[in-house]
């Protein structure tokens, strides 16, 4: 069986200043994300060996955190980038093209985007994720949220934000409202919109 494993980040654990500190990524990546890519491969390595339906089932809440907690995070890296506004990036800069048409289709403009997703992410209690993502049936962008680990199922992921404490407390402590405005600073609206469009041709849910 193949082992899961850290993928590097896309940039310098800097590059996301001053919007998302070093230290914070260092610790989310090295750390955090480490710790779900360690504990997917035991329990799948348990998964293979185990020899009846009953210890099939008691592995299956650490797959579910785990691989969602690996491919969560997977995603995340590559949605973010150093801010253009900082001169380090692409990060915040949505242009002209389907992604924006789409944007302002479903919610008006860019920053009604923002409000919305922020409002709804804010509101989830306890650890969870933020979604703009694709439903399938209609082909519109709508936005949504997972718990804990959870990955998103139900829609195409376009934009996935991390609201566990461990992704902004160091820098924002508990005004989760001030995380959620900082990051569309370094939101890497090229890569969301490569998967807009792979999800709409229906490629990949
Ligand atoms: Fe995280």
Request: charged fraction near 20%.
């Amino acid at each position: 069986m193949s082992q899961h494993t850290l993928p590097d980040l896309p940039y310098a654990y800097d590059a996301l200043e001053p919007y998302i500190s070093r230290q914070i990524m260092e610790l989310h990546h090295k750390k955090h994300h480490q710790t779900y890519v360690t504990a997917l491969n035991a329990a799948e390595a348990n998964y293979a060996k185990a020899s009846s339906p009953k210890e099939r089932i008691a592995l299956q809440a650490a797959l579910r955190f785990n691989g969602g907690g690996h491919i969560n995070h997977s995603l995340f890296w590559k949605n973010l980038a150093g801010s253009a506004a900082e001169g380090k990036g692409n990060g915040g800069q949505l242009k002209p093209g389907p992604l924006k048409d789409a944007i302002d289709e479903a919610f008006g403009s860019l920053d009604n985007l923002k409000k919305g997703f922020n409002a709804s992410t804010a509101a989830i209690q306890g650890s969870g994720w933020g979604w703009l993502g694709l439903n399938p049936q209609t082909k519109r962008l709508e936005i949504t949220t997972t718990a804990n680990q959870d990955p998103l199922l139900t829609h195409a992921p376009i934009i996935g934000v991390d609201i566990w404490e461990h992704a902004f407390y160091l820098q924002y402590l508990n005004v989760k409202v001030d995380y959620l405005n900082a990051i569309w600073n370094v939101i890497n609206f090229d890569e969301a919109e490569t998967r807009y469009k792979e999800a709409i041709s229906g490629s990949k849910l």
